[in-house]
């Protein structure tokens, strides 16, 4: 009896896991950037319009002449601002 107790616990758990395992990779996937909105840089400066998003949800930028992807992962939304972590020499040093 208590190995069908154990059994059943072990798939309940599983289960759980796996249920909640695409929200979250769902919720860590989702955009921050939007196109039309303005990127602005850590030190506070604006960086400029987002052009476009890349594959990965980074935000594109025309900026100095160039079309600079800003990284996904460095970019957060602060009092509904779009603001990256990297300051306005480290966006202009992306390849």
């Known amino acids: 009896m208590r190995s069908w107790i154990i059994v059943f616990m072990c798939a309940f758990a599983a289960v ?3 249920d909640n395992e695409p929200a979250a ?3 860590m996937a989702a955009p921050v950037a939007a196109k039309g909105k303005m990127l602005m840089s850590s030190d506070g400066g604006r ?3 987002v052009n476009r998003l890349s594959s990965d949800g980074g935000a594109q930028v025309i900026l100095d002449g160039r079309l600079i992807t ?3 992962s460095t970019l957060s939304l602060v009092d509904g601002k779009l603001i990256t972590s990297l300051s306005k020499v480290q ?3 992306l390849h």
């Open 47 to 49: 960086l400029g319009v």
């Open 91 to 93: 966006v202009l040093g």
């Open 25 to 27: 990779q769902a919720v």
């Open 16 to 18: 759980a896991y796996a």
């Open 70 to 72: 800003v990284p996904a």
